[in-house]
């Protein structure tokens, strides 16, 4: 499970409140821990500046102990953030826990960076089973170098276990702060301990953009946006337990190709022609992970649907194997020198991209950059048979992904009209992506019907007729998503162009 945790400043003499009435937890046997952990990073701290932190403790039951925590995010007052332990290991970084960490480290070099000790008091707050639900920690914090205290704090953290509720974890923290604990705060041990250079931005960020902003500062922008995106689904596509994170990487690798497409003008033509080279690679790897994933999602759902389930094991069979095999061609990628050079030249093209002098312009001009997808993308749809093949709705969506990214692209720049067209677009997008999807499971049905035993093959016909009438109905709704597109005043900002 993630972490769960909301945390609290403490004064040096703060008494923990009873906490017997609380909720309807029960407290505990409290104990006494003596914790010592030392952190690691970069020397330019950049993986406490992008949310991320590498530590080993001992002092804990079981023995030593490395803990990665990925970015979280805020759910209520508490702080939910991924957590991977690696237990036991010597002083340095386990291989998995560098894996993790891979995308944010890169080719620089980990080093302890601080080294803290702490009496942790801890009380478990039981449900009526016996077992616990939350876990409060007030903990006496002294931060070292060498062997002088450079820093001492207390702090109270509130942790939620498996079938704890908000309400209880609202309960306990209202306690705590009416017995004079703080407001819940976002920071960490790690980052007081780091001091200011810890809580500086991450080594890449957005900035804000205005009209009269020179145009590469809007290519800048979305190359950042998707630099961003990548890194931080990176571990999760290692990890392989959420199918999400394999797409937000794959749109973070196609986007890329689009924007450094769209902005080819303001860019160095030699470094986008290798860049786009270079996503095509790993966007084509995650591309069948990804698409191993949807079609076994929507196997699965149309085998339930129909109530083959069982007799479709087969099938299913075959489909995983693909999933895994291209699961380890991705892996096995992503664990190359050639891909950390990849994720090294994006970052710093999301700081100072290579541009050319036409990136001088005013960042207004780029309606005419937007327009032309858009154009491309109206000429074929006039193109397009009465009844279009399958073949040409497909290449109807990849020019309109083509408009759309590029209308995100630099929307912060032309404001609610370009969000406006680049959602009506996404809406034609998605239709014509379920076509495209509804397609692939068919023909792929058809690919592998050979050799099926009867009641595999009674299964793939029944979840082929079921694919066939989705065709059907996506084939309406296409028309539909087109005409909502352009409606209003979503197109008036690419007028001047």
């Known amino acids: 499970m993630p972490e769960r945790e909301v945390k609290l400043e403490a004064p040096p003499r703060f008494t923990l409140p009873d906490l017997q009435e609380v909720s309807d937890l029960k407290p505990g046997e409290a104990t006494t821990l003596r914790l010592r952990t030392t952190y690691w990073d970069t020397p330019d701290l950049r993986l406490a500046r992008w949310g991320v932190s590498l530590r080993r403790r001992t002092g804990e039951p079981g023995g030593a102990v490395w803990t990665v925590k990925l970015p979280g995010s805020s759910q209520g007052r508490m702080l939910v953030r991924p957590e991977h332990e690696f237990r036991g290991g010597s002083g340095q970084p386990p291989a998995g826990a560098l894996d ?33 639900r939350l876990e409060v920690s007030d903990d006496v914090v002294s931060v070292l170098e060498g062997k002088r205290v450079a820093l001492r704090f207390r702090e109270i953290e509130v942790e939620a276990r498996e079938g704890a509720t908000s309400d209880s974890v609202d309960a306990v923290v209202d306690r705590l702060r009416a017995a004079g604990a703080g407001d819940p705060q976002a920071g960490s041990k790690q980052a007081r301990a780091l001091g200011p250079r810890a809580s500086a931005p991450a080594e890449v960020s957005l900035g804000d953009i205005a009209p009269g902003h020179p145009a590469g500062d809007v290519a800048r922008r979305a190359i950042a946006a998707s630099t961003i995106r990548l890194l931080r689904h990176d571990a999760g596509v290692r990890l392989g337990g959420d199918i999400e994170d394999v797409h937000q990487a794959r749109v973070a690798t196609r986007r890329l190709r689009s924007d450094l497409r769209t902005f080819r003008h303001l860019l160095d033509e030699e470094w986008t022609n290798t860049t786009r080279a270079e996503l095509g690679w790993i966007a084509g790897l995650l591309g069948a992970v990804r698409d191993a994933d949807v079609l076994l999602e929507r196997l699965d759902g149309a085998l339930a649907e129909t109530g083959q389930s069982t007799a479709g094991k087969t099938l299913r069979r075959k489909l995983v194997a693909e999933q895994t095999s291209a699961r380890a061609s991705l892996l096995e990628a992503i664990r190359t020198d050639r891909y950390v050079d990849l994720l090294e030249r994006l970052v710093t093209a999301a700081r100072e991209p290579p541009l050319t002098e036409s990136a001088e312009e005013p960042a207004v001009a780029l309606a005419e950059v937007a327009a032309r997808p858009w154009n491309r993308l109206k000429k074929a749809r006039r193109e397009l048979d009465h009844e279009p093949s399958d073949a040409d709705l497909h290449a109807l969506r990849l020019r309109a992904k083509r408009a759309r990214y590029a209308a995100e692209a630099v929307a912060p720049v032309f404001g609610r009209q370009a969000e406006a067209f680049a959602g009506a677009v996404a809406g034609l997008q998605g239709v014509l992506g379920d076509l495209h999807d509804a397609a692939v499971m068919r023909d792929w ?7 099926l035993g009867q009641r595999a093959a009674f299964a ?9 009438q989705h065709l059907v109905a996506d084939r309406v709704r296409w028309r539909d998503a087109w005409a909502k597109i352009g409606k209003g005043r979503q197109t008036e900002w ?3 162009a």
């Open 445 to 451: 049905l058809e690919a592998h019907v050979r050799g």
């Open 100 to 132: 993790l960490l891979r995308a944010y480290v890169r080719a620089a070099e980990l080093a302890p960076v601080a080294t803290l000790e702490a009496r942790r008091r801890l009380l478990p707050l039981l449900g009526e089973d016996g077992a616990t």
């Open 494 to 496: 690419m007028k001047s």
């Open 460 to 468: 793939a016909g029944a979840v082929a007729e079921l694919e066939r």
